[in-house]
C-alpha cells in the first residue's frame, strides 16, 4: 500500500487536499439545493477520511515531519504556507476526518433548518481543524485557530438550545481573548528572532532553532501561549464555559467540541508550548503550578460530574478530568506519561464523542436531558442500553477498552517524576467509576415508572451505523495498542530529548552568566 501511494506523489498533496476538499465541499453546498446539502456533506466528509488514511499506511515513524509543503504566501513578511505531520500530529488528523462523518450522519435528523448554512459551516470547520494541526508557520497556525472560532460559534448559536447564544457568547468571548494574547507572542518571537540573525521568519523550525533569543521575554510568551492553550483544554480554573457550551451546541457540536476542539489545546502545549520556552515550562514554579492544576481538573471534574442532573453536563464535566489526565501526562515529561496523554486525547475524541452521541439520542427521543426523566431503558431499549454500558466502562478505562491504555501509560509515567500526584490521579479513575455507573443505574436499570420511556424505539439503522465505528475502536485501542504507539513513540521520543536538552542549556547558560557577572 505504501509503494502504491509513493507511486502517485501522495505525500506531496495529501495536505493540501485536506484543506481543499472541505472548503470546496462548503462551497458546492451553498449552490446546491437546501434538500442536498446532508447527502453532499456526507460524501465530503468521507473523501476527506478516505484521503487520509493514506497516512496511516504510508507514514515513516522514525522520519520526523513528513508530507510537508513550503510555498510562499506574503514571503516578504516571512510568511509560507508550511505544512507538515509527525507522530503527534497524526493522530489529531486522522481522528479529525475520523470524526466529522459521523458528525454529520448524527446531524440528520436533528437539523432541521437552515441545513444548508450549517453543513457549509461543518466543512468550512473541518479545515480551520485540521489546519490547526499541520500548519508549521506560526502566522499559519493563528489563521486557521481563528477559522476554526467562527463557525463553531454560528454552530452554537444558531443550532442549539434555549441558552444558545449566551454560550456562543462565552465560548467566543474566552476563546478569542485567549487568541489575541497568542497573537501578541507570535509578533513578538518574530521580532525577537527577526531582529537577532537578520531573518525575519514565523517558520516554526526557524524560531525553534532560534529559541535562545526569546529567552529576556520567554516567561511572558510563555504565559501568552499558555493561556490560550489552557482555554481551549480547558483547564482549570478556565472551564466554565465548556460546560455551556456542550449542553446548547447541538450534538454533532458538543461531538466536536469533546471530540477535536479541545485537543487544540493540548496539542498547543506539546507542539509550541514546551519547545519554543522549556526554561520556563520546566521550571519548578510553573511546573509544579501545572500539575496542580491538573489534579485538581481531574479531582474537580470528576467530583462536580457526580452530582450533576443534566446528563450532557455530566459528560463536559468529565471532559475537564479526562483532559486533567492530558496535562498531567505532558508535564510529567516521561516517554510513558506523553505517550499515555496522546492516547488520552485520541480515546476522549472516541469515548466522550459516542457518549455525547448517545446523549443526543435519548434527547431526540424524549427532548429533555434530565436522568431522572429516564430510567428502566434497558427492558425497552436493549441495544441503545449495550452500546451505552461498553461506552461508558472506555470512559471509566476498563481494561480491554481504549480508556485503560491511555490513562495506565499516564499514571505509570508520572509515578517516575511525581509519584505524590499520581497517587492522588489515581482518585479521578475512581471517581469517574463513581459517577457512570450511578448515571447508569438511574437511566438504564433502575424502574420503568415513566410511561413516556415504555415506548421508546431503539438504535435505528442510521445511529448504528454512527456508533459502530467507535466501538470497533474503543476495542481496536484497548486490545491492540501497538499500532498507535508505535507510530506515536519515536516522536515523543523526539519531543522530550528537545525539551529536556534545550532546558538544561538554557539553565547552564545562565549560570554562566550569573558567574561572568561576579
Known amino acids: 500500500m505504501a509503494g502504491l501511494l509513493e507511486g502517485m506523489g501522495y505525500q506531496t498533496w495529501v495536505l493540501d487536499a485536506l484543506l481543499v476538499i472541505p472548503i470546496a465541499g462548503a462551497a458546492v453546498v451553498m449552490l446546491r439545493p437546501e434538500k442536498e446539502s446532508k447527502w453532499i456533506a456526507l460524501w465530503v466528509t468521507l473523501a ?75 466543512l468550512l470547520l473541518t479545515t480551520g481543524m485540521i489546519g490547526v494541526f499541520v500548519a508549521l508557520d506560526l502566522f499559519l497556525f493563528y489563521v486557521f485557530w481563528e477559522l476554526m472560532l467562527i463557525p463553531m460559534y454560528f454552530i452554537i448559536g444558531v443550532w442549539g438550545g434555549e441558552q444558545r447564544l449566551y454560550a456562543a457568547i462565552k465560548f467566543f468571548i474566552y476563546t478569542f481573548l485567549g487568541s489575541l494574547l497568542m497573537l501578541v507572542a507570535i509578533l513578538v518571537a518574530y521580532y525577537l528572532v527577526g531582529r537577532a540573525t537578520g531573518e525575519y521568519s514565523f517558520a516554526y523550525d526557524h524560531l525553534l532553532r532560534n529559541a535562545g533569543y526569546l529567552r529576556p521575554a520567554a516567561f511572558w510568551l510563555f504565559a501568552a501561549f499558555a493561556l490560550a492553550f489552557a482555554i481551549k483544554v480547558p483547564v482549570f480554573p478556565f472551564h466554565t464555559w465548556l460546560p455551556d457550551a456542550h449542553v446548547e451546541a447541538p450534538t454533532a457540536g458538543s461531538v466536536i467540541l469533546a471530540g477535536i476542539l479541545l485537543k487544540m489545546g493540548t496539542y498547543g502545549f506539546l507542539r509550541f508550548a514546551l519547545p519554543l520556552f522549556p526554561e520556563v515550562a520546566l521550571s519548578p514554579s510553573v511546573a509544579t503550578l501545572v500539575v496542580v492544576l491538573a489534579i485538581v481538573g481531574i479531582v474537580y471534574g470528576a467530583l462536580v460530574a457526580m452530582v450533576q442532573p443534566d446528563f450532557k453536563k455530566l459528560i463536559a464535566y468529565s471532559s475537564v478530568s479526562h483532559l486533567g489526565f492530558v496535562m498531567l501526562g505532558i508535564w510529567a515529561l516521561t516517554e510513558q506519561s506523553v505517550q499515555g496523554a496522546i492516547i488520552v486525547m485520541i480515546n476522549h475524541g472516541i469515548s466522550t464523542g459516542a457518549l455525547f452521541f448517545l446523549a443526543g439520542m435519548l434527547y431526540e427521543r424524549r427532548h429533555t436531558r434530565a436522568i431522572a426523566e429516564f430510567g428502566g431503558l434497558a427492558r425497552v431499549m436493549p441495544g441503545f442500553a449495550a452500546v451505552l454500558t461498553v461506552v461508558a466502562l472506555s470512559s471509566i478505562g476498563l481494561p480491554g477498552t481504549n480508556g485503560f491504555v491511555g490513562e495506565f501509560l499516564v499514571l505509570l509515567g508520572t509515578f517516575r517524576t511525581h509519584p505524590i500526584a499520581a497517587a492522588v490521579a489515581t482518585t479521578g479513575v475512581i471517581f469517574a467509576a463513581a459517577y457512570l455507573l450511578w448515571a447508569l443505574q438511574r437511566v438504564l436499570f433502575e424502574s420503568l415508572s415513566k410511561e413516556e420511556n415504555r415506548h421508546l424505539p431503539d438504535l435505528s439503522r442510521r445511529e448504528v451505523l454512527v456508533l459502530a465505528p467507535l466501538l470497533a475502536m474503543i476495542v481496536w485501542i484497548g486490545v491492540y495498542p501497538a499500532p498507535f504507539l508505535r507510530r506515536i513513540e519515536p516522536a515523543t521520543q523526539a519531543l522530550i530529548t528537545e525539551v529536556r536538552g534545550a532546558a538544561s542549556s538554557s539553565a547552564a547558560a545562565l549560570l554562566q552568566e550569573a558567574s561572568d557577572g561576579n
Request: proline fraction near 4%; glycine fraction near 8%.
Open 48 to 122: 476527506e477520511f478516505a484521503a487520509s488514511m493514506g497516512m496511516w499506511w504510508s507514514f515513516d515513524p522514525q522520519a520526523g515531519m513528513q508530507f510537508q509543503v513550503v510555498r510562499p504566501w506574503i514571503a516578504d513578511w516571512g510568511i509560507f504556507y508550511r505544512l507538515g505531520v509527525d507522530g503527534i500530529s497524526l493522530f489529531m488528523v486522522l481522528l479529525t476526518t475520523f470524526t466529522m462523518p459521523l458528525a454529520v450522519l448524527g446531524s440528520w435528523n436533528y437539523i432541521e433548518r437552515r441545513e444548508r448554512a450549517y453543513y457549509a459551516l461543518m
